[in-house]
């Protein structure tokens, strides 16, 4: 069974870099038909994109934080990371990685199938 | 960027009720939407992919349609542990967009 944990700081503070690593487990994300994503949800709020990496180490960013936001991947380790810069109060939410599959068995697929069970990241000083 | 109108926001039903849930995009993402059930603590759970295909495990009451910019989730008998927040995402073309969310909640 995939599972996958987030780990990093709970507090950062304004201004700073909110750094969190997503290490997955009980299989691979390192095949063309997955990517690893970062979805955030603010507290009492809905979900929100903020990126996905490809097997190569492609990346896509949500518009309005494409600017402020790197992802990587460690396939060695079975990692992927997220990185935001010049953090604000409006980035405290729980981050969330999850698995995204394109295609299984010859079947077209296009969801996020497995997620970690979250993290909350408060930006506070 | 497609936007995901999800409605209504809240619902209130009691059990054996028929809940429908509606997502419309903003431009046609053919059958790529997925419908993801959340509850308070908890990580979203994937119901069903590509409109209407159901992940492993999900109940036979769940059931979504629709293609293009229309989409359904209905629950056709509510159980108890139906009770949680419904997204719907649009997974056609990056960015990746998500609906508002829709709260079922006992009547």
């Known amino acids: 069974q995939l599972q996958l944990q987030e780990s990093g700081p709970g507090l950062v503070q304004p201004s700073e870099t909110l750094s969190l690593t997503c290490t997955v487990s009980g299989g691979s994300i390192s095949s063309s038909n997955y990517y690893g994503g970062w979805i955030r949800q603010p507290p009492g709020k809905g979900l929100e994109w903020i990126g996905s990496i490809d097997y190569s180490g492609g990346t896509y960013f949500n518009p309005s934080l494409k600017s402020r936001v790197s992802i990587s991947l460690d396939t060695s380790k079975s990692q992927f990371s997220l990185k935001v810069n010049s953090v604000t109060a409006a980035d405290t939410a729980v981050y969330y990685c999850a698995r995204f599959i394109t295609l299984v068995r010859g079947v077209i697929i296009k969801s996020f199938d497995y997620w970690g069970q979250g993290t909350l990241v408060t930006v506070s000083s | 960027d497609i936007q995901m109108t999800q409605s209504p926001s809240s619902v209130s039903a009691s059990v054996g009720d028929r809940v429908t849930i509606t997502c419309r995009a903003s431009?046609?993402?053919?059958?790529?939407l997925a419908w993801y059930q959340q509850k308070p603590g908890k990580g979203p759970k994937l119901l069903i992919y590509?409109?209407?295909s159901f992940q492993s495990g999900v109940p036979s009451r769940f059931s979504g349609s629709g293609s293009g910019t229309d989409f359904t989730l209905t629950i056709s008998s509510l159980q108890p542990e139906d009770f949680a927040t419904y997204y719907c995402l649009q997974a056609d073309t990056f960015p990746l967009t998500f609906g508002g969310g829709t709260k079922v909640e006992i009547k």
């Open positions: 431009q046609d993402i053919n059958s790529w």
């Open positions: 590509a409109a209407s």
